[in-house]
C-alpha cells in the first residue's frame, strides 16, 4: 500500500474512465497547442520570406482545414477536460484551500478564456472584420495562453505550497 496522500495532494481518482478521458484531454491539448505554436511560431516567420500572395493563398489552405479540424478537437479538449474537471468538483468548490486548487481553477479560467477567443475569432470572421493585426493578436493572446495553461497542468501535480 502507498503512504496516505499529505494535504494539498490532489485528490485519486475514483472512476476507471479518468485515464481514457486524460489521453483524449492530452491529444486534443496537443492538437490545438500545435496548432497554435504552427501559426504563431512557423508561420509568422514564414511569412517575410514568401510573397504576400502566396502567403495568403497558404493563410487561406490551413484557414479552411482549421475551420474543418480545430472545432472537433476543440470538442475532444474541453469535453474531457469537463468530465475530468467533475472529478475534482470538490476541489474546485474551495480553490483557494490548496495550492492544486487554486492551479486548477486558473487553468480552468485560461481555458475558457481561450474558447471566449476562439468564439470572438469567429464572430469577427463572420463579419469579415477578422483582418489581418485582429487575427495576429488573438492568436498571439491564445498562444500566451496556451503557454500558460501547460506550464499549470504540470505545476499542478508538481508545486505545493
Given at each position: 500500500?502507498?503512504?496516505?496522500?499529505?494535504?494539498?495532494?490532489?485528490?485519486?481518482?475514483?472512476?476507471?474512465?479518468?485515464?481514457?478521458?486524460?489521453?483524449?484531454?492530452?491529444?486534443?491539448?496537443?492538437?490545438?497547442?500545435?496548432?497554435?505554436?504552427?501559426?504563431?511560431?512557423?508561420?509568422?516567420?514564414?511569412?517575410?520570406?514568401?510573397?504576400?500572395?502566396?502567403?495568403?493563398?497558404?493563410?487561406?489552405?490551413?484557414?479552411?482545414?482549421?475551420?474543418?479540424?480545430?472545432?472537433?478537437?476543440?470538442?475532444?479538449?474541453?469535453?474531457?477536460?469537463?468530465?475530468?474537471?467533475?472529478?475534482?468538483?470538490?476541489?474546485?468548490?474551495?480553490?483557494?484551500?490548496?495550492?492544486?486548487?487554486?492551479?486548477?481553477?486558473?487553468?480552468?479560467?485560461?481555458?475558457?478564456?481561450?474558447?471566449?477567443?476562439?468564439?470572438?475569432?469567429?464572430?469577427?470572421?463572420?463579419?469579415?472584420?477578422?483582418?489581418?493585426?485582429?487575427?495576429?493578436?488573438?492568436h498571439l493572446s491564445v498562444f500566451c495562453h496556451v503557454a500558460a495553461i501547460v506550464l499549470l497542468a504540470k505545476a499542478m501535480f508538481h508545486l505545493q505550497w
Amino acid at each position: 500500500m502507498g503512504a496516505p496522500p499529505r494535504s494539498g495532494d490532489p485528490p485519486s481518482m475514483p472512476t476507471i474512465a479518468y485515464p481514457y478521458l486524460l489521453v483524449l484531454h492530452l491529444f486534443g491539448a496537443i492538437a490545438f497547442a500545435g496548432t497554435v505554436f504552427f501559426e504563431v511560431v512557423i508561420l509568422e516567420g514564414v511569412r517575410r520570406h514568401v510573397p504576400q500572395r502566396v502567403m495568403a493563398l497558404v493563410e487561406g489552405g490551413i484557414g479552411k482545414r482549421a475551420r474543418q479540424v480545430i472545432p472537433w478537437v476543440l470538442l475532444v479538449l474541453y469535453g474531457s477536460g469537463l468530465s475530468m474537471a467533475w472529478h475534482y468538483r470538490a476541489v474546485l468548490a474551495d480553490p483557494l484551500a490548496s495550492s492544486f486548487g487554486l492551479m486548477l481553477a486558473v487553468k480552468i479560467a485560461l481555458a475558457l478564456s481561450v474558447f471566449g477567443h476562439f468564439l470572438l475569432a469567429m464572430a469577427l470572421r463572420r463579419r469579415g472584420r477578422l483582418v489581418s493585426n485582429a487575427f495576429r493578436r488573438i492568436h498571439l493572446s491564445v498562444f500566451c495562453h496556451v503557454a500558460a495553461i501547460v506550464l499549470l497542468a504540470k505545476a499542478m501535480f508538481h508545486l505545493q505550497w
